[in-house]
């Protein structure tokens, strides 16, 4: 390997400059440039192209979302919440609604969305006159056109795959990462079980509390749940906890 | 030209003025002051005011989890966002002691050398404008445009990249990323010979910026200066060689040192880093190119990070930023610590600027490449 540039220019230079150098650079630069296109635009008549994979403002693909909240949870600005609102069928359902005047285009929510629900998108002309304007909810942030790239995926591997060698399995903590109970603490007050929205978690009966009634735990499935770790921080007994695999 | 007369402070007998250049003028680039004291024309005292920009960056991360930061440690300082979520993860990853993938390690690399070529030449512009050449400016921010766009295909945003992750890096390349990226940093290396003859053929640049502003290699090393304007010293000096991290040790790259120690050198010495960038972005893309596209690119780590205290150190385009994390067994830390290049390489503006006329000041402090973000925090 050598210098580029240090072997080329002495490092004397100013010595050896006199007017006309610097007149016959620039005129030579001028006839070298002159035919070049030009490297602006028109900008509102003209727009630049831009990738799918653009991280504009973040897109919400309606019916795929469950109202897990797990955005509203990852996003470092605290600018999504999740609003009551009703789907298509009249059902009351849980959806993000974001403040744009605070998101700062991270694409978090898009990538620890665990249904793909959330997308990034490419819109980027988000000016509006109020700063309610600027608050999108679950309908307004539909974005037509949604495609492949524009959905972030998490592709992790396992440290334990890659020392086996295991190289052509990526997962993610939404598929290996389960909650477990704690039996012991747990006083069956079933809000795991109302607040799971994928309804992973069904009640059943295991025996009678210290009072002699019968008492109601839970029972996780696994294929359905989505670690969406609402049932970890609901739980009042903290005897739910997210079992890592590494 | 005719040599320098030699300035001597004492023979002149004109008053002594206190001039505050800041935080708004020209030559400050971001928030900051520059209370120089004049003796005419000669520069004879000079403190730099800071903390302007301060918003409790590192007190903000320790109610964040460890995931969140990393968007917070891109706005550190915008030009070279990737270097600084890059440290961030080095810094956590070592706390969990966890050895990343090598595609993510080759992405890392590719991703760092855009960042500092755009940061270079972000930092040739405000230099153009700083000494009255607009097309330096207009003609290095259109080739930086290049590696911003470069920047958009990889991870999907300009500046603040949030491209590494704990563990690896956000996504693998997309489409047409590889030739995309080959062929902007052959067109950039024809390129930026152009703004070099703007530069260095021109008299008014060159006078401006020779032999003003030395600093030997003792002061450097005592004031803690890094960076290019370390090596413009003649201290060898580069932590991707001496202490390689992520894959640095299998590029073949050189390291520009000069002697010389003058603004010039300082300069001179950053041209030099990004052709050598670009070498460096083609070995990585080709080691990526020969690896399989299903490689492993990212690691699941634990959200939690055992205790301890650890650090992490890297090559910034300004210089050598370093990271101090304090865990405590949660999944916040307990501190996280920054060491900003910018912030001790400005507390050495005094030796710089002194004995300077007052209108070189603006070309040695642009030499700094100021950056507020990081400096304040
Ligand atoms: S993370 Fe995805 S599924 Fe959960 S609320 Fe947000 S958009 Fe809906
Ligand atoms: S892009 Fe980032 S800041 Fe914006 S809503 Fe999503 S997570 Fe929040």
């Not at chain 2, 007369?5 to 400050?28: C, W």
């Not at chain 2, 520009?256 to 972005?281: H, N, W």
Request: proline share 6%; hydrophobic share 35%; with cysteine.
């Amino acid at each position: 390997m050598a210098m580029k540039y240090l072997d080329k220019y002495p490092k004397d230079t100013a010595k050896g400059l006199w007017v006309v150098k610097p007149m016959w650079t620039v005129m030579k630069l001028f006839a070298k440039v002159i035919p070049r296109r030009s490297m602006t635009i028109m900008y509102p008549y003209e727009k630049e192209w831009i990738p799918d994979n653009y991280r504009g403002r973040p897109g919400l693909q309606f019916d795929k979302c469950v109202g897990c909240g797990l955005c509203a949870r990852m996003c470092p600005t605290a600018c999504i919440c999740l609003v009551e609102t009703t789907d298509d069928e009249g059902k009351k359902v849980k959806r993000p609604q974001v403040n744009l005047g605070r998101c700062m285009m991270c694409g978090y929510c898009a990538e620890y969305c665990p249904v793909d629900a959330m997308t990034v998108t490419p819109e980027i002309e988000l000016a509006e006159y109020t700063r309610e304007d600027l608050i999108y909810g679950p309908r307004r942030l539909r974005f037509e056109g949604v495609n492949e790239m524009m959905e972030v995926h998490i592709e992790e591997h396992l440290i334990s795959n890659v020392q086996k060698g295991i190289l052509d399995q990526p997962t993610s903590a939404f598929e290996v990462d389960r909650p477990v109970l704690e039996e012991a603490k747990c006083i069956g007050c079933q809000k795991c079980f109302k607040v799971c929205p994928v309804g992973a978690i069904e009640m059943y009966e295991a025996g009678v509390n210290e009072k002699g009634k019968p008492k109601k735990i839970p029972r996780i499935d696994t294929d359905k749940c989505i670690c969406c770790k609402n049932c970890v921080d609901d739980c009042p007994k903290s005897c739910l906890h997210i079992k890592e695999v590494l | 030209m005719m040599p320098e007369p030699e300035i001597k402070l004492d023979s002149m007998n004109t008053d002594r003025m206190t001039v505050i250049m800041g935080p708004q003028h020209p030559f400050s680039h971001g928030l900051w002051t520059l209370k120089v004291e004049v003796d005419g024309e000669i520069v004879t005292d000079a403190e730099p005011i800071i903390g302007y920009l301060h918003r409790g960056w590192e007190k903000e991360c320790e109610n964040r989890t460890y995931p969140k930061i990393i968007p917070m440690a891109d706005r550190l300082c915008y030009s070279a966002s990737m270097t600084w979520s890059h440290i961030y993860c080095m810094t956590v990853e070592k706390a969990l002691d966890v050895d990343i993938p090598d595609k993510a390690k080759y992405l890392r690399i590719v991703a760092d050398e855009i960042c500092r070529i755009q940061s270079h030449l972000m930092w040739l512009a405000a230099v153009g404008t700083d000494l009255g050449n607009l097309t330096v400016f207009l003609w290095a921010m259109r080739e930086r445009e290049f590696f911003l766009d470069l920047n958009v295909r990889l991870c999907g945003a300009r500046m603040t990249t949030n491209y590494p992750r704990i563990g690896g890096v956000r996504n693998d390349t997309t489409e047409y990323f590889d030739r995309d990226c080959m062929r902007c940093v052959e067109r950039f290396e024809k390129r930026l010979w152009d703004i070099i003859a703007l530069v260095d053929d021109s008299s008014v640049f060159v006078s401006r910026m020779q032999g003003i502003s030395r600093l030997t290699r003792e002061q450097v090393a005592n004031l803690g200066v890094t960076g290019p304007a370390m090596r413009g010293c003649g201290v060898d000096f580069d932590i991707r060689r001496d202490d390689p991290y992520d894959g640095y040790d299998e590029m073949d790259f050189e390291v520009p040192v000069l002697k010389e120690g003058d603004t010039y050198a300082r300069y001179m010495v950053r041209i030099e880093e990004m052709f050598q960038s670009c070498e460096i972005i083609r070995q990585a893309m080709k080691k990526i190119q020969d690896m399989p596209r299903s490689a492993p690119y990212r690691l699941k780590v634990p959200s939690a990070v055992p205790e301890g205290t650890h650090f992490a150190r890297l090559e910034d385009p300004r210089g050598e930023s370093l990271m101090y994390l304090i865990s405590d067994g949660t999944d916040k830390p307990y501190r996280l610590k920054v060491r900003s290049p910018i912030f001790v390489n400005v507390s050495a503006a005094k030796p710089m600027v002194q004995g300077c006329r007052i209108a070189d000041v603006p070309a040695v402090m642009a030499m700094v490449d100021m950056c507020l973000g990081e400096t304040d925090r």
